[in-house]
């Protein structure tokens, strides 16, 4: 009898053990990811040209039943998904699929390369496309970095379809230099430039966190005269992308300014909308003698501009968190009922 109820309980189990295994495939294979394209910034001709989308896109992790939002007003920009071919000729003559209405919700439902491009005049060719890798359902590897196999032909005039970093930025793992070193010289933002990046202020945020910025190194704020410009600022001005004390804006790029005082520094771009877009950057200066000092992370002054909230960072991140937590909670359920 007590072996036929241990036969009960364990048969039970089993059952129980293969309703979670079921539940948890469902669950993973139907989380899907909505992922805004570009972000805040929407789908618009990209100030900085095409490296725009590759660098969003290269944020992101794209698995099929994910759904892309291109976030447009009707008749200023439309989308089409277009093969390979098209999409490096910007030839919008035969799209696979076009919508016309903004916002447009696209679910991808197949794996591989997916292209998209806007076809009103020289919108494509500005750098208003999309080039992504898809992954299937049940791949948990990660997408490999998007990398456009061609490189674009009539390119926007300030695009550069490689990252040819100019010699002088180091890579970022460089904690604490010696305690005096040569002056350097950074590219602010490396091959991106100095533009509205894609994910917001993150991007910038993220590139000065990797590095020591002492006094006497130089800032190049690289980007096309009349698209953009650069000022330094205080750090209420960052704060609030106000920029009103200091009416030297450097309007001609690449800029080059030389660190010269020790402590916060703040350059923001005052073209509307761009640095509550997230065209700021807040590093911190040493004088020459010492150590480096920590980056600054979310305790410290953030762009949060109070009238225009930066766009969401990541919308994968955050779904994937959000997916993640029941699927852990299943699997602990698991380990205990399955054996
Ligand atoms: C789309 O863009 C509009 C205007 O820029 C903005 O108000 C809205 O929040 C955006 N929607 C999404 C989903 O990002
Ligand atoms: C655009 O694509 C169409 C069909 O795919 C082709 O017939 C046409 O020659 C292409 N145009 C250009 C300019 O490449
Ligand atoms: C598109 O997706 C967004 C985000 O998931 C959602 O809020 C919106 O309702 C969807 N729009 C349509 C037309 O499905
Ligand atoms: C997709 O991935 C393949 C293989 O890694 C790569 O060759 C290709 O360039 C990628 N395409 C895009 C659009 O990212
Ligand atoms: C600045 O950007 C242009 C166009 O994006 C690029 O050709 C050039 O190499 C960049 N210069 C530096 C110093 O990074
Ligand atoms: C004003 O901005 C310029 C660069 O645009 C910078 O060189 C200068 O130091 C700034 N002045 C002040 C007082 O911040
Ligand atoms: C920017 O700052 C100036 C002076 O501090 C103020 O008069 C103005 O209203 C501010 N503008 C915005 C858009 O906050
Ligand atoms: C500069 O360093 C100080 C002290 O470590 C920190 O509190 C502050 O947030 C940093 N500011 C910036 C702009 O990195």
New binding site residues.
């Given amino acids: 009898m007590n072996t036929k109820m241990n036969m009960e309980v364990q048969r039970l189990n089993v059952v129980m053990c293969m309703i979670l295994v079921l539940a948890s495939v469902l669950h993973v294979s139907l989380a899907q990811t909505t992922h805004t394209v570009g972000n805040g910034l929407g789908w618009l001709v990209p100030p900085g040209g095409e490296v725009a989308y590759r660098t969003w896109a290269a944020s992101q992790t794209f698995t099929v039943g994910d759904v892309l939002v291109f976030n447009f007003t009707t008749g200023t920009h439309d989308v089409a998904e277009v093969s390979r071919e098209a999409y490096n000729s910007c030839n919008s003559t035969s799209p696979i699929s076009m919508s016309t209405n903004g916002p447009t919700n696209i679910t991808l439902t197949s794996a591989g390369e997916h292209h998209f491009i806007c076809t009103f005049t020289r919108h494509c060719d500005l750098g208003q496309r999309l080039a992504i890798n898809v992954t299937a359902a049940s791949s948990p590897a990660p997408a490999p970095a998007p990398e456009p196999a061609t490189p674009p032909p009539a390119a926007a005039p300030e695009t550069a379809p490689s990252p040819t970093v100019p010699a002088s930025p180091p890579p970022s793992a460089t904690p604490a230099p010696a305690p005096s070193r040569a002056a350097m010289t950074y590219i602010v933002g490396d091959s991106l430039g100095w533009t509205v990046p894609p994910g917001g202020p993150i991007a910038y945020q993220t590139w000065a966190r990797g590095r020591s910025f002492v006094v006497g190194d130089t800032l190049v704020f690289n980007f096309t005269s009349g698209v953009h410009d650069?000022?330094?600022?205080t750090r209420a001005e960052y704060n609030s992308c106000n920029a009103t004390?200091?009416t030297?804006?450097?309007t001609t790029g690449p800029a080059r300014?030389t660190l010269t005082s020790a402590g916060e520094h703040y350059y923001i771009c005052t073209i509307p909308q761009h640095c509550s877009f997230g065209q700021q950057l807040a590093i911190n200066v040493t004088s020459g003698g010492s150590t480096a000092i920590p980056p600054p992370s979310s305790g410290g002054p953030t762009s949060q501009s109070p009238g225009t909230p930066p766009p969401p960072l990541s919308d994968s991140a955050a779904s994937f968190a959000v997916a993640a937590l029941p699927f852990t909670f299943l699997a602990v359920a698991l380990a205990l009922l399955c054996n």
Avoid at 230 to 233: D, G, L, S
């Fill in positions: 650069v000022v330094e600022v004390t200091n030297t804006v450097i300014i």
